[in-house]
Structure formats: structure tokens, C-alpha cells
């Protein structure tokens, strides 16, 4: 039997998950990064501003949905050579009717926007703890209260295994931010997902543009939601649900397990990987042609979690998230 790991039915939508206005330190306004974007084949950007939850849902119509986000930062501790760490993380609400911020501090960008934002409680800006603890907290925090959380950059925070091994509550991590990459970061952070995956994290990857337009920072990273229909909920099930891959060009068209195996379906590639939650990778190459449009790769019960890329070549990647060999229905 066939179990699709990106569901057969529905349609994919092109989403950045990541993105800065002139709320916070942004360029562009929502109504031009909306222009912007929606020229460049996306369906959904969440607009992210920095500490500050404005809604946005009068951009939605039938060919767009605005998805209502955050972005929360703390900062603290020190590498080993003396420079301040940080950890980013945003918040993209469930429900369009969410408008009540309750994560807040006294940050320039929110006080800017005070007399727009809905905050919970007129007082209450609380003081940053740069603690795994504290931090685990406020990301729990905004899930309960029915937000995706995503984990952001970890390259451009300075942040290691010592910090982000201990965070807990996310439902996703930014497997690439483009915004960083474009600026001289590595935020390539594969070996950061798989850190995280044997640490036993069962989280989703995607990728973003964190894109603020001072630069050509827009583009590069993109989320692929597979959503029965363009509707606010019908984003935000799939993205709870795992329903969608990470990219910075190829594209994935078909992920299924059948009879110990998963197959995949892609755009023209030189090459696709099957990683595993072990020292067994294995990889697929061209053999007397130029590309590669699809593979299959053996499910071992021992690889314990598996995911796939998909090198086009141009030298980019789509990534699916991680799946776990427990999870899949006919095992
Ligand atoms: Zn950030
Ligand atoms: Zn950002």
C-alpha cells in the first residue's frame, strides 16, 4: 500500500515563512512585498516583523494568503571569543482570528507599533532570559497558544549544540535562511536538523528568505505547503501536520512509502540523498543521462528516520522533512 508522506491530493503553494516589513526593520511594505512575491509565483508569505503580532488578513483573497506572525529574540551568553549569542524564533498564528499578542518586551519595533498591536495586558513587558530553560518556555508558551514556532538561523545567532540541544517546543527549524546565506552567513543548517534529530527532536525543516530588502535577500528560500485548497486553515493544518517541503530551487512532486521502500519523484536533479538517523547515507546519481527525475531508497528499520534532498545542477536543494520509521502505517 501506498502512504504518501506529502499527501497526493491537494495542490502545492509557494510560501515564504520568514519575512521583514516597515514594521520593524523591513524595506518594503506589506502591500509591496505581497506585489513582489506573488509576481515571483508565491501564494503565502507570513509576515514576520520583529516582536511585534500584527494581523494582516485584509491582503488575503483568492489568489493570496497573508499568514500573521512574529519574530521573538533573545539575547545573552558569549562565545568563547566574547561575542553575544542570540536566539531567534518565529511565531506564525494557526487562526487568523488569533490577534492577541502575550509574548512581548519592551523592544523598539513593538513600541513603534504600540497603538496597533493587541497585547494581552497594557503592562507586563517582561525581562529576556537567555537561558535553554527560558527559552524552551516561550516557545511552549506561543505553541500553546496556537502558533507554529520555527527556530531560526542558528548560524548567524552564534548559537551550538549547547544552546539549541536544549531548546524544546519548536515544531520546525529553518534548514535554510537565505537572508543570512545571501549575507555571508552559513545558514545551511542540515547538520544542525540532524543534530537535532538524533537528539530526539521530531521537528519539520523548512526554508525562508528573512529577507528585510536592503539586498537581494528575497527568493531563495521557499516552503512548498500541499494544501487542499488556498484558505488560511487549509496552510496552517498542513504546516501542523508536516505537509509541505523545504527549497532553494528543485521541486518535489511525489513522496511515497510502499513495501519497505520510499520513492520520490522530482525536478531534473544530478543528484538525490537518503539521510538517515545513522552513519548509512546513500545517494543516487545519473547513470547515462544528464539528470535524474525520480528514486527509491530501502527503509531499514535500524535507519530509525530518514529524509531526502535533491541536488539540482545549479548546485540547490530541496529537503524534505525527516519522517520516522516507527510513524509509517504499514511497518
Ligand atoms: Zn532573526
Ligand atoms: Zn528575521
Request: hydrophobic residues 35%; contains cysteine.
Amino acid at each position: 500500500m501506498k502512504t504518501y508522506l506529502i499527501s497526493e491530493k491537494g495542490n502545492f503553494y509557494k510560501a515564504n515563512l520568514h519575512c521583514h516589513s516597515v514594521i520593524s526593520d523591513g524595506r518594503w511594505t506589506v502591500e509591496q512585498l505581497k506585489e513582489a512575491y506573488m509576481a515571483q509565483g508565491y501564494s503565502a508569505i507570513a509576515f514576520t516583523d520583529h516582536q511585534v503580532f500584527l494581523t494582516h488578513n485584509d491582503l488575503t483573497d483568492d489568489k493570496f494568503v497573508a499568514l500573521n506572525g512574529y519574530e521573538i529574540d533573545v539575547s545573552g551568553g558569549s562565545t568563547a571569543l566574547g561575542t553575544r549569542k542570540t536566539c531567534h524564533f518565529c511565531c506564525v498564528a494557526l487562526d487568523d482570528k488569533l490577534e492577541t499578542q502575550r509574548i512581548y518586551y519592551d523592544a523598539k519595533h513593538l513600541t513603534k507599533n504600540i497603538e496597533a498591536a493587541k497585547l494581552e495586558a497594557e503592562q507586563g513587558y517582561r525581562e529576556r532570559e537567555y537561558t535553554p530553560e527560558y527559552i524552551s518556555a516561550l516557545m511552549q508558551e506561543a505553541r500553546d497558544n496556537g502558533f507554529f514556532v520555527t527556530y531560526n538561523h542558528p548560524g548567524w545567532s552564534l548559537e551550538n549544540f549547547e544552546q539549541y540541544g536544549h531548546y524544546h517546543g519548536m515544531h520546525a527549524m529553518e534548514i535554510v535562511n537565505f537572508g543570512c546565506v545571501e549575507a555571508g552567513y552559513e545558514d545551511h543548517n542540515e547538520s544542525v536538523y540532524d543534530e537535532m534529530l538524533m537528539n530526539g527532536e521530531r521537528i519539520f525543516c523548512v526554508a525562508t528568505d528573512d529577507n528585510h530588502n536592503g539586498r537581494a535577500d528575497s527568493f531563495g528560500g521557499f516552503t512548498m505547503i500541499k494544501a487542499d485548497e488556498l484558505s488560511y486553515k487549509a496552510l496552517t493544518d498542513s504546516l501542523i501536520a508536516g505537509n509541505f517541503y523545504a527549497s532553494e530551487a528543485p521541486e518535489i512532486k511525489e513522496l511515497w512509502y510502499e513495501d519497505g521502500k520510499v520513492y520520490i519523484r522530482s525536478s531534473e536533479a544530478v543528484k538525490i540523498t537518503y539521510m538517515t538517523g545513522r552513519r548509512k547515507a546513500r545517494a543516487v546519481y545519473p547513470d547515462g543521462t544528464d539528470t535524474i527525475t525520480e528514486a527509491s531508497f530501502e527503509v531499514l528499520p535500524e535507519d530509525n528516520c530518514f529524509r531526502l534532498c535533491v541536488y539540482d545542477k545549479a548546485g540547490k536543494k530541496a529537503y524534505t522533512n525527516a519522517y520516522f520509521i516507527d510513524k509509517l502505517v504499514d511497518q
